[in-house]
């Protein structure tokens, strides 16, 4: 049991949420948390479980979706490792909002929501970070209410193409994470809209794509469109 808390912390403390904690605090968030592998396609939770705890990936994706009264789905986040996820539940105590379900073989790492609290409450340094994160989360929510509801589909691609290029250290040469049908649903399209787009923005010379590859050429022109001064 010593060994196998010893190697939890050890994953615990590549985390965000966890770095610069000492070995004494990494250990006694390992005492609580639970490793959880899950198979492609796999439910993490559905809409309306009860929210008893938040969960950070270790390895693989998971996607976050709600569906609709027709069953279609609606991708709101798709998260990789070392970032949580069902966390709103820790603060609410509510069922969680969304639907996760594992995009490949994944491992999360599961803590409960009352062992968490107690956490929180002995090392408040874990709510600023866990505030931070959820004020990014939010950030990004805002803007994907605002693209579905206000923007076309080129300017919702844009802005999700300069998404990746700053998660990606502001490389040029961006690899996508998601399939093209699991981003059109993120986008709020269909797969044949979005390949014409990505064939409209190659031939005016804003990108290159190469598979799931995608190197930016006009980084100007893809921010006007995101920002709707520019059509195509």
């Known amino acids: 049991m010593r060994k196998m808390n010893t190697e939890l912390a050890a994953k615990l403390a590549q985390f965000p949420l966890f770095t610069g904690q000492s070995p004494e605090m990494l250990d006694k968030i390992a005492a609580v948390a639970q490793l959880r592998r899950y198979q492609r396609g796999q439910s993490v939770f559905c809409e309306g479980d009860a929210g008893n ?30 970032e949580p996820f069902g966390e709103v539940a820790v603060f609410e105590g509510r069922s969680f909002p969304a639907s996760a379900e594992a995009m490949e073989a994944m491992e999360a790492v599961f803590i409960g929501r009352a062992d968490f609290i107690e956490l929180i409450q002995k090392n408040p340094g874990l ?18 209410i605002e693209d579905l509801s206000l923007k076309d589909v080129p300017s919702r691609l844009a802005r ?6 700053e998660k990606q250290k502001n490389s040029q040469k961006i690899e996508l994470d998601i399939t093209r049908g699991q981003l059109a649903s993120l ?3 269909i797969p044949e809209t979005l390949s ?17 590859e995608v190197t930016i050429q006009d980084i100007p022109m893809l921010e006007a469109i995101a920002e709707g001064s520019a059509k195509l």
């Open 53 to 82: 705890g938040f969960y950070m990936v270790s390895k693989g994706r998971v996607k976050i979706f709600k569906l609709s009264s027709e069953g279609k789905e609606q991708i709101l986040h798709v998260f990789g490792p070392g």
């Open 187 to 189: 986008l709020g399209t």
């Open 127 to 144: 709510t600023l970070k866990m505030l931070s994160m959820l004020s990014l989360r939010l950030r990004i929510f805002a803007h994907l």
């Open 196 to 212: 014409r787009i990505f064939s409209r923005f190659q031939a005016n010379g804003v990108l290159i794509t190469n598979g799931n």
């Open 160 to 165: 999700y193409l300069l998404f990746a290029v």
